[in-house]
């Protein structure tokens, strides 16, 4: 079955650098890719759509500057968090489909933690 | 907005029991509802879905009904088993272009033997 793969699982990183999350969907074209961050016992919030080739699109709240997302193409999709701070210390998850009204495939997650 | 909320957890249950996680939602037009499920380590399932009202989404002896009446999407199964300990997710799909998926805050389950 298809499949996304979310890289790294975990990261543990400084403030003020850079962290970059990959998610890759192994064996199909992923036209959209949605990137969520959970907090503890709170669901999956939606910080962006992602569509190949095009800009991605914030939900509001959401700083673009800060989580900056490329989907460069049909098979990847990343989130750079820049700047990083200990409230950005979250777990970002991936999900990717093929088209409009295809199913969803998630990536695993990445716990990311800012000292 | 369309929001989603369910019954906190952690819900216990002793192997065969009953379960009942309860999710109601919030949407303007006629959504579409999931049930996910996230076992530990593991990404996100799609356990079950629905997409109009009065369907019934089952799988893996899990079942839920979609009530416009109660805007509800209760999820249960008559005889849950250990390997069924995991974080189950309600969600709603708006539909459009982008069909973006709306969560709620995860029930977790544990079932004893």
């Known amino acids: 079955g298809a499949v996304v793969s979310q890289h790294p699982s975990w990261v543990i990183c400084k403030s003020g650098t850079s962290v970059k999350i990959e998610c890759r969907s192994l064996d199909f074209q992923a036209t959209t890719m949605f990137w969520y961050r959970q907090f503890p016992k709170q669901s999956l919030m939606l910080m962006a759509t992602?569509?190949?080739?095009?800009?991605?699109?914030?939900e509001q709240g959401v700083e673009k500057d800060k989580f900056l997302i490329n989907h460069a193409s049909l098979t990847l999709s990343t989130l750079t968090v820049t700047s990083a701070h200990p409230e950005d210390s979250s777990f970002y998850i991936c999900?990717?489909?093929?088209?409009?009204?295809?199913?969803?495939?998630f990536g695993n997650g990445t716990r990311l933690t800012v000292t | 907005g369309d929001s989603v909320t369910q019954m906190e957890g952690p819900v216990t249950l002793s192997e065969e029991a009953f379960l009942t996680i309860n999710c109601t939602y919030t949407a303007t037009g006629y959504p579409s509802l999931f049930w996910y499920v996230q076992y530990p380590g593991e990404g996100l399932q799609l356990l079950l879905k629905a997409t109009k009202a009065d369907d019934k989404g089952s799988n893996k002896g899990f079942e839920a009904t979609y009530r416009k009446e109660t805007t509800s999407f209760h999820l249960e199964k008559g005889s849950v088993q250990v390997s069924d300990s995991a974080v189950y997710f309600c969600?709603?799909?708006?539909?459009?272009?982008?069909?973006?998926?709306?969560f709620g805050t995860g029930t977790l389950l544990a079932v004893q033997p």
């Open positions: 969600a709603l799909a708006s539909g459009g272009a982008t069909n973006k998926l709306i």
């Open positions: 992602s569509n190949e080739g095009s800009k991605a699109t914030y």
């Open positions: 999900s990717a489909r093929l088209q409009g009204n295809s199913p969803l495939h």
